[in-house]
């Protein structure tokens, strides 16, 4: 007996292969979101930090745990890019958030993405309808910055100090990485909807009929806690930050943040 | 994670039977390739951008996993149990091979030297690649492994002529 040709044999016997349960797929998938997202709570398992970022950013709270929303990532056809970069006109537009300091509005990444030599590009942007906790299409919370990069989804770079910058994004929004903890914000104006229904244009009271456990903040209000929270900006501004908002005030931005993060300047 | 999923549901077929042959059992297979996955999805991008070629990269990882720690607890199984053959996969297929029941009984690193080789068609470099491990470590492990085989099949088929 030839040996060799006996264990080619063998290991070419159709008895190898194996059914595969339905499901499986997205198990695995699952799965590996399961350890990416253990390996950044443990990194922040020394302490997380209740964090409100100045400037029209994220509002990122500590305001107990979220349970992970499913993941959610619909595509629609691509779109040319010569007028993706603003966000859709759909969008409530009646009132937008004066800027606040000089580096941190999305009115500044609107201005620096019409100017970039991305927008002239001709390859397609893909617009994705939903943003779940951790994820809007292909960005991800925490992908390291080359990854995002890859992603072909991040424009011109409107912030950038030692630690973060923040870009815009061409499908309507900015997104802000950290050199340490890689994305940290992903911001998005252009209709999305969360995987609850709440989407650009809801209003404050539907965001506390679908989560009546959302916390208003100086820029609307969010959900979620440590690690990673989920952000319904709101058009307009308060007369006070005491003052609650309008029940119709209108949902202007959908935003997810991790709660830790350096980059509070960058927004 | 872009295209993880696609990549998962396009590999999962041929690495279910990769696993197979290095485990010996299709629960351990499932095993290993739901371990392995799960570890390559956490870092899908790094992985295709560093690796070119994510199938083999899996496969070597697998290999290597499979080496250097023996999974003791059983995850949740990813092949298909139809209730009307329920336990088939308790029976070994297999069983009346016995070249199959000897490569069971192979130490893992052994094992995973043939099945890199006859499976894979690597060459000793790339199986050390593959194992991180010395080019005279697989020669001898591989030699080991053969030598193993030969023995006991000279002395089964004395057996069944007997």
Not at chain 1, 126 to 133: A, H, L, N, W
Not at chain 2, 89 to 107: Q, S
Request: hydrophobic share 40%; with cysteine; net charge negative.
């Amino acid at each position: 007996m030839n040996i060799d040709d006996e264990l080619r044999r063998l290991f070419d016997d159709e008895r190898l292969d194996l059914a595969i349960r339905p499901g499986a797929e997205q198990q695995i998938v699952a799965g590996a979101r399961r350890i990416r997202r253990r390996r950044f709570a443990t990194a922040t398992a020394c302490g997380i930090v209740a964090l409100v970022v100045v400037g029209g950013g994220i509002a990122l709270a500590g305001t107990g745990g979220q349970e992970s929303l499913p993941p959610a990532v619909s595509t629609t056809d691509p779109v040319p890019t010569t007028s993706s970069a603003a966000p859709s006109t759909t969008a409530p537009t009646s009132t937008t958030r004066p800027p606040s300091t000089p580096t941190g509005t999305i009115e500044d990444a609107k201005i620096a993405d019409t100017t970039a030599p991305e927008s002239t590009a001709t390859t397609p942007v893909y617009y994705f309808d939903v943003i779940d906790s951790w994820s809007y299409g292909p960005l991800e919370l925490l992908m390291s910055g080359p990854d995002a990069l890859d992603t072909g989804l991040l424009g011109a770079v409107v912030f950038a100090d030692e630690r973060c910058a923040r870009y815009t994004a061409t499908y309507g929004g900015d997104v802000v990485v950290s050199k340490r903890y890689g994305v940290v914000a992903i911001r998005v104006t252009r209709p999305v909807t969360a995987p609850e229904g709440i989407h650009i244009g809801s209003t404050v009271a539907e965001i506390k009929t679908t989560y009546p456990q959302a916390v208003e903040d100086r820029n609307g209000l969010h959900i979620g806690g440590a690690p990673v929270v989920t952000g319904f900006s709101i058009a307009g501004s308060k007369a006070s930050y005491e003052e609650p908002w309008s029940d119709d005030a209108l949902v202007d931005r959908i935003e997810i943040g991790t709660t830790k993060t350096d980059c509070a300047n960058a927004f | 994670m872009d295209g993880f999923g696609e990549f998962v549901r396009e590999a999962l077929p041929g690495l279910l039977r990769y696993g197979y042959l290095l485990t010996g059992n299709p629960h351990d297979a499932a095993d290993l390739v739901q371990t392995v996955l799960e570890k390559v999805g956490s870092r899908w991008a790094s992985v295709v951008r560093n690796t070119g070629d994510p199938v083999a990269y899996t496969r070597r990882a697998m290999a290597n996993s499979h080496v250097s720690r023996w999974r003791r607890t059983r995850r949740e199984q990813l092949i298909a149990e139809v209730p009307d053959v329920r336990g088939a996969y308790d029976r070994d297929p297999f069983a009346n091979e016995p070249l199959w029941t000897l490569l069971r009984e192979l130490p893992p690193r052994q094992r995973a030297v043939l099945v890199l080789r006859y499976y894979e068609d690597l060459s000793e470099l790339e199986i050390a690649a593959a194992l991180g491990v010395s080019r005279g470590t697989v020669k001898s492990q591989a030699s080991k492994a053969m030598a193993t085989l030969r023995g006991r099949l000279r002395v089964s088929m004395a057996g069944d002529g007997a």
